[in-house]
């Protein structure tokens, strides 16, 4: 049994708890927000049995744990996963991974160091479709890559109006940060390259942070990219387009869907073989999985280190309006 403290009791919480319920391996067992009446509440509706803390470090002194889900504001996440693994503990952490990518750089020494994995709660890498077009990748069944575009629009301009989402001392950046760090992630998980150059807009409306952008990218493998995140629209909407000399495939950045087409253009549905845990597909079982050796990480630190050096280079790029060089991640960046 793998005892957790899951931090911040917020509305992302809500799904995180759904989930941590299907995976019997890990028990929450301590829970944290600097707001008690919250905590509370959460403690109630989903683990009546879990110990209730208002401070972060009250509760790494007191509970017993293994390991932390961090659900909380992007700027929290480089303390306090530092703190965690400092004390020996592994780590799960809502994404973005943190804001920068010195910080990035220092969480992965540190969880090197101490032997504590670390990964990061993004959707897509833990869903069949995503782990079926990984597989055919690896094997060279698709073909050589040549582009690959994306995009997301949401609502999020006016549904984060106010809140700490537009703070960017405590978001670290805005729409393009948030959402579309889903979409940028699902891209070089995809593309398995990281990004060597990019061109970057966007346009900050009348806050402080992004709220729409668009960026060109070149990959290491030679591939193209683009992707447009728009956080001014009415609705929600997401879609991966992967252009290889081989096939069109279909899919979006949660991995929801999957449609591929052949070289002659005929539409087909691929079989993709789906799990029977009623956990499949989320960051929570894979993080329990590799906490008790059964598989590796499929969002480890790599993917945090990698989004923060393209982040770095996007928002470089806006600002001096010039395409900008992306900081080569090392190879041996693994987990």
């Known amino acids: ?52 803390y208002e401070h972060y470090e009250k509760m790494l002194e007191s509970a017993e744990l293994d390991a932390v889900l961090l659900v909380t504001p992007h700027a929290l996440h480089y303390p306090q996963a530092m703190q965690a693994m400092q004390r020996g503990l592994h780590v799960l952490c809502e994404k973005p991974m943190v804001t920068n990518s010195e910080q990035a750089y220092e969480l992965w020494r540190t969880s090197v160091k101490t032997g504590m994995l670390l990964g990061i709660a993004f959707q897509s890498p833990y869903t069949a479709e995503f782990g079926y077009l990984a597989d055919l990748r690896d094997a060279g069944k698709l073909g050589s890559l040549q582009n690959i575009a994306g995009y997301v629009s949401q609502n999020w301009y006016r549904s984060s109006a106010g809140k ?22 699902a891209i070089m998980w995809l593309t398995n390259s990281p990004v060597i150059e990019v061109n970057c807009y966007i346009d900050k409306a009348d806050t402080a942070v992004d709220i729409r952008g668009s960026a060109a990218f070149r990959f290491q493998n030679g591939a193209f990219g683009s992707v447009t995140m728009a956080g001014n629209t009415p609705m929600f909407r997401s879609e991966i387009s992967i252009f290889t000399e081989r096939f069109l495939i279909v899919t979006d950045q949660y991995g929801s869907r999957l ?51 393209l982040m770095d280079a996007m928002y470089e790029s806006a600002n001096l309006a010039t395409p900008i060089k992306v900081n080569p991640v090392p190879d041996q960046i693994s987990g």
């Open 164 to 185: 700490w989402r537009q703070d960017p001392l405590v978001s670290g950046g805005g729409f393009i940060y948030d959402t579309g760090a889903h979409m940028l992630n």
């Open 1 to 52: 049994m793998i005892r957790l403290g899951l931090v911040g009791c917020g509305n992302m919480a809500h799904w995180h708890a759904q989930q941590l319920l299907k995976v019997p391996e890990l028990r929450v067992t301590a829970l944290c927000d600097p707001f008690a009446l919250r905590t509370a509440e959460f403690r109630e509706r989903f683990f009546n049995q879990a110990q209730e």
């Open 259 to 309: 449609d591929m087409f052949d070289g002659n253009g005929s539409r087909f549905y691929p079989h993709v073989p789906h799990q029977a845990h009623p956990a499949a597909g989320s960051p929570h079982l894979n993080f329990a999985n590799a906490i008790l050796g059964k598989e590796r990480l499929r969002a480890p630190a790599r993917c945090g280190v990698l989004l923060s050096a």
